[in-house]
């Protein structure tokens, strides 16, 4: 190579580490901008990522009616086993959803309209309570009570500009969109699982057109098993174990008489999908709740079952439903939690563990191939 060859070929690197460089400082300069845009994809293929979440959850129960089929007497029924399994589950589903629609939602529904009512009541029995600490005590310096009027009179300024028609429409068609993805996120699943044979074979067969490197495709062959190994241990055992918590926590609550039970015992359920934090703030907002609607003794009362509870799931009735532990940090989980929740919302909160679990394994598996070629 001559001198001046020597020289272009230098500047190769740099020119390509200047391009690198200018993309990612627009990256960072149009951050929001990216944000809003994958926000913006991500509702659209909402339906999709709902069928997903649902095919893992009734994975078993399809796969166990499936295999009680296979032993039907009639030949009809046993060859066609997963189309009846299919429709097993569709039927059991809209069964669900009746009962729902006809039970559980006008007692939801009863427990938001009366949580909603009461807020006021809440927000002025707490005032009450710090004015009358004593001017002595230690939280009468901290002037809690100006700082609770201040906060909730901008909630309260907040609410009132929001409840203009236009918010309100704008409401009631997000929720009604929210519930039609909902609705075909279920038909989505019930596709994958009936098709669930046929798919995997085209994307091996698809796999072994694109990818030519036998090497390359093992590799993303273990990194798709490990991936489908998260989300299935997350979505269809963490579901499952969330349902155990809406049940115990809402009769637990029933038990003691604390209002809203119905509603908390759903939050509770929801909050179990994040591991080490969830079960924790649950149990501090269902205390502090009935301590402002039953007073001290009966928050007690409420919290030692509920502690037993989470003790008894935590130890002995999750690790019996998740074989596989998700093995992450609780500073992961932190970071996870709050990173999917700013920038993707609800979905993002619940989803941001199993993708931070997949994240940090692939860069664990890239440090250990790099360590083993430098070693070799």
């Not at 299935?232 to 049940?247: P, Q, R």
Request: proline share 3%; hydrophobic share 55%.
């Amino acid at each position: 190579m001559n001198k001046n060859s020597f020289e272009r070929a230098k500047w190769i690197p740099i020119c390509i580490i200047a391009v690198l460089l200018m993309i990612i400082y627009k990256t960072l300069d149009n951050f929001s901008q990216i944000t809003s845009a994958i926000s913006g994809f991500v509702g659209v293929i909402s339906p999709l990522i709902y069928g997903i979440l649902f095919a893992y959850f009734f994975y078993i129960p399809h796969q166990k009616i499936e295999k009680l089929y296979k032993k039907s007497k009639f030949r009809f029924i046993a060859k066609r086993a997963r189309i009846f399994s299919t429709l097993s589950i569709f039927l059991l589903l809209i069964l669900l959803i009746v009962l729902i629609i006809i039970i559980f939602l006008p007692i939801l529904i009863a427990n938001i309209i009366d949580l909603a009512n009461s807020i006021p009541v809440y927000i002025n029995s707490v005032l009450d309570y710090f004015d009358d600490v004593p001017e002595d005590s230690i939280w009468a310096s901290f002037n809690i009570a100006g700082f609770l009027r201040e906060s909730s009179g901008g909630l309260v300024n907040q609410y009132i500009n929001l409840s203009t028609i236009e918010q309100v429409a704008r409401g009631i068609i997000s929720f009604a969109g929210e519930i039609f993805s909902l609705l075909l996120g279920l038909i989505v699943s019930l596709y994958l699982l009936l098709e669930r044979g046929r798919i995997i074979e085209f994307v091996k067969r698809a796999s072994s057109v694109l990818i030519k490197s036998e090497k390359l495709r093992d590799r993303l062959q273990r990194y798709v098993n490990h991936i489908n190994k998260v989300l299935f241990s997350f979505i269809a055992s963490k579901g499952l174990d969330s349902i155990i918590n809406i049940v115990a926590v809402t009769v637990i609550l029933l038990i003691f008489n604390v209002p809203h039970a119905f509603l908390l015992g759903i939050i509770a359920g929801l909050f179990n999908f994040i591991p080490y934090l969830g079960s924790l703030i649950a149990v501090i907002l269902i205390t502090l709740i009935t301590v402002i609607t039953g007073g001290l003794g009966k928050a007690i009362q409420v919290l030692i079952p509920l502690m037993v509870f989470q003790q008894l799931d935590g130890n002995f009735i999750e690790p019996r439903i998740m074989k596989s532990s998700l093995k992450i940090s609780p500073i992961l989980v932190i970071i996870a939690v709050v990173v999917g929740g700013a920038y993707f919302g609800v979905l993002g909160m619940f989803l941001a563990v199993p993708i931070a679990v997949i994240i940090k394994q692939l860069l664990l598996d890239y440090i250990n191939n790099s360590e083993q070629k430098e070693i070799t």
